[in-house]
């Protein structure tokens, strides 16, 4: 079994920047896709980044593109997501999620894994 538990988040101006931090435990994710999430109350959960396991290859969502960098340390087991120029529709609750498989997925269904989520708020 995997844990995942995100943190980072928390209250900056628009134009700020945060990093956000998924700790993974239960067992070593070095071999699993990773991907960040974010969901605001009262839409779905959408795609926002994803990484293959040796940090080569990676995908974003169009809205972060440019904006967002995600990262992984494979020997810390901890995966990253930089937020810079942030903007008030970033403002969401930010999971991250681990994926056995080993392509790089824009869809929530294929991640096996899920952290409880931690919440970025971005006031203008």
């Known amino acids: 079994q995997v844990q995942l538990v995100e943190s980072g988040g928390r209250l900056v101006q628009a134009g700020g920047s945060l990093r956000l931090s998924c700790a993974a435990s239960?067992?070593?994710?070095?071999?699993?896709?990773m991907g960040w999430f974010r969901q605001v109350p009262g839409k779905e959960r959408e795609f926002v980044a994803a990484i293959n396991w040796i940090g080569s290859s990676t995908n974003y969502a169009d809205s972060v593109k440019g904006r967002f960098t995600i990262s992984r340390d494979n020997a810390k087991n901890t995966l990253y997501l930089q937020m810079n120029s942030l903007k008030s529709e970033d403002t969401a609750v930010y999971y991250c999620?681990?994926?056995?498989?080993?392509?790089?997925?824009?869809?929530?269904?294929?991640?096996?894994?899920w952290g409880q989520g931690t919440q970025v708020t971005v006031s203008s």
């Open positions: 239960g067992r070593a994710l070095s071999t699993y896709t």
């Open positions: 999620a681990a994926d056995r498989s080993s392509l790089v997925t824009i869809s929530l269904d294929e991640y096996d894994y």
